[in-house]
Structures are given as structure tokens and as C-alpha cells.
């Protein structure tokens, strides 16, 4: 539980905003409902809630930052492609670097597993200054 000198600066995230971004990113990569539920750590009757109505959306700290990791991925992506069919494809291509090893970005990150969607953000940005 924050403290009120912590609840006092700490910034106001429209969770209902947050839902929308996130769940759109995963509608451009080709996500199944199931992947994207899994990917933000979402119930399933909660996500087809928040579809339903995204105000009513009210997300953990863990749920935001996975929101959080999804957008950065996102951002890295538009840096490093100036193609739209690449930006939004890159997540569902098969990837033979090291930690991918054959598998697509989006397959490891739609286990759930939050350290997974860590090491594909960290191995993406890296992209962004050639350290691939």
C-alpha cells in the first residue's frame, strides 16, 4: 500500500487508456484473445469486460507494467522499421538469434511469463542502436 507521500506524486494512469493502447498493439500483431490475455496477465471474464468497456478497466501494477513493456516494444519497433508491414509483423516472424532460437517474439511472450516479456523488449531495443 503506497504511502500518502507516495500516493501524493505518483502520476494518474487512465487504466482505461492503458487497456486500449495495449490491447490494439496486440490486435496489429495478430494476437488470439487467449495470447493477449496472457501476454497482460489478464483474467479471461476481466478482458472481455474491459473490450466490452474499457472503463471499466482496472489494472494491477504488474498489468501496467506489462502495458508498459508492450509499448516500449512498440516504439522500439516504429524506430527501427519505417514499414508498417514490419512494425506490426516483426512480433510473429520466426527469429534464429540466439535467445529466439527459431521461435517468434510473439510465441515467447504469450506464455504469460513476465521475465519473457522483459528479454524480448531488452533483445528488440537493443536493435534500436545496432547492438543486435
Known amino acids: 500500500m503506497a504511502t500518502i507521500a507516495e500516493a501524493q506524486y505518483a502520476p494518474h494512469i487512465n487504466h482505461s487508456a492503458a487497456f486500449t493502447m495495449g490491447n490494439n498493439i496486440l490486435e496489429k500483431w495478430g494476437c ?56 506490426y509483423g516483426f512480433m510473429a516472424m520466426a527469429n534464429n538469434n540466439p535467445y529466439f532460437n527459431g521461435k517468434s517474439p510473439l510465441s515467447i511472450i504469450s506464455t504469460g511469463n513476465f521475465g519473457a516479456l522483459y528479454e524480448v523488449f531488452k533483445r528488440i531495443d537493443s536493435m534500436r542502436s545496432g547492438q543486435w
Open 32 to 87: 488470439t484473445g487467449a495470447q493477449k490475455q496472457a501476454i497482460l496477465g489478464i483474467p479471461k471474464s476481466s478482458f472481455h469486460r474491459y473490450q466490452k468497456d474499457p472503463s471499466s478497466a482496472s489494472l494491477s501494477s504488474d498489468q501496467l507494467e506489462r502495458l508498459s513493456y508492450l509499448a516500449n516494444i512498440h516504439q522500439a519497433l516504429r524506430i527501427i522499421f519505417s514499414n508498417p508491414d514490419n512494425v
